[in-house]
């Protein structure tokens, strides 16, 4: 995504329709820039005859007329901001018209004609950020609020868009620039041999930074997944209900129920929100010894999920598997299980065709097993209740310094391995030189976060065009 003079702020005049495309009763057309006032009063008659448009003050409404010379397009509501107390901070209106299809193209057609350039993706936010109404990783938020699906992810977009993790970024970035500052100092003074920066402090520094930087890191598996979706496998041997299980926690048929070993060969997928939690359910083939090549395939997608899973739900059939069975089972399973973040719950499925206490339930309760009959519905919900608890007994969004953007994780990650490198030059007595440089490269990769130092076209253009148009 290209942005026109983006390394100094654009100075066209831009709109475009910020709410959903289609029919509706009201559609929103934004308008933003130096000539916003200008282009719009040519098209708007105001029902108060004494508005002037150019001299109103900001943060006015107003109601009137969009004329096409002297043919009537709509009647609509004007909001007005003057510049610098807009979302962009620029001159900008917002008209409210009605959502006819015809109406909002001829309105923008209306405004492209008279001096407007229609807005690429993001472009609004774009120029709210390079006239400093937040930095990069609050814009960032801006996107992940709009994508918001469940309350968690809505939660952590609030927090980033209300500046927490950038004042935490900002923090770690001073305490930096602190120390890189005196030894820059050192370089200036490097014949008379005189340190500035206490070694001593400085490691104690670095050790505190790295420590931070670290738990911010540890944050994005969580943060990660709070965004799209806990992942969840269901797994087991073939034809105890997984299938069945995953069609009612759905509450509808999404996947083939077949008392046939393997029908399913391929991870099937799909969300529901509970308590304001996304979780991302994924069926999962049976695991056997393959009959053929394709169902081996399924076998070892199936592995591949439980990597990537959050949570593992191992369906067994109780009514048919021995503790000795279930055991072995487990421990065939745990190579796979290996991750220590992962949480394990154990479905004891088919519990209506029991028809006895199975002997073992005192070590399936321990082994945090739930007990359903997914055919007939039975205590889905002590199971979903699990899932919630599960998640609620991490406090995942506690923690006001979640990270959930890749960019960001990736920065954090190159700015830890430097400040790694720092730890062991102080330890090795490494010259102002080479410490001095490691310094200004953790820096960048912080500022590279909050955009403080980033006006490079290519990676706004990379960042503001994964929004939509509008915004």
Known sequence: ????????????????????????????????????????????????????????????????????KQELLDDVLLNIYRSPHSYTGEDSVEIFCHGSLYIQQ?????????????????????????????????AEAVADLI????????????????????????????????????????????????EFADRTQLMALIKNIETELQQLLDSFRLGNVLKKGIPVAIIGKPNVGKSTLLNVLLNEDRAIVSHIPGTTRDAIEDTITLD?????????????????EIEHIGIEKTYEKIKQAYIILYVFDVSATTAEELNNQLEEMEPHLADGNKTLILVA??????????????????????FISAKRCENITLLTSRLIETINKEQLVSNEHVVSNVRHFDALQKAREIVGD??????????????????????????????????????????????????
């Open 1 to 68: 995504m290209s942005y026109p003079n983006v390394n100094v702020l654009n100075t066209d005049t831009i709109c475009a329709l910020s709410t959903v495309a289609g029919v509706s009763a009201i559609a929103v057309i934004r308008v933003s820039g130096q000539g916003a006032f200008a282009i719009v009063s040519t098209l708007f008659e105001a029902k108060d005859k004494n508005f002037d448009m150019l001299n109103t003050p900001t943060h006015i409404v107003k109601y009137g007329l969009i004329k096409n």
């Open 349 to 370: 499925n088919k519990s209506d065709m029991l028809v006895e206490i199975p002997h073992n339930f005192k070590n399936l309760v321990e082994k945090d097993t739930v």
């Open 147 to 194: 994508a918001a699906q469940s309350k968690n992810a809505h939660e952590l977009a609030v927090k980033q868009l209300k500046g927490g993790f950038s004042k935490k970024i900002n923090e770690l970035r001073t305490l930096l620039l602190r120390f890189t500052s005196l030894i820059e100092l050192e370089l200036d003074f490097s014949e008379e041999d005189v």
């Open 276 to 292: 304001g939690t996304t979780f991302r359910f994924i069926d999962t083939a049976g695991l056997r010894n393959a009959d053929n």
């Open 422 to 471: 720092i730890s062991q030059s102080l330890q090795g007595g490494v010259s102002h030189e080479l410490l001095a440089a490691d310094l200004r490269r953790a820096l960048y990769y912080l500022d590279e976060i909050t955009g403080l130092r980033i006006n490079n076209e290519n990676i706004l253009g990379e960042i503001f065009g994964r929004f939509c148009i509008g915004k």
């Open 106 to 138: 001829k309105l923008l057609e209306l405004l492209v004609e008279k001096g407007c350039r229609m807005a690429q993706p993001g472009e609004f936010t774009l120029r709210a950020f390079l006239n400093g109404k937040f930095d990069l990783s609050q």
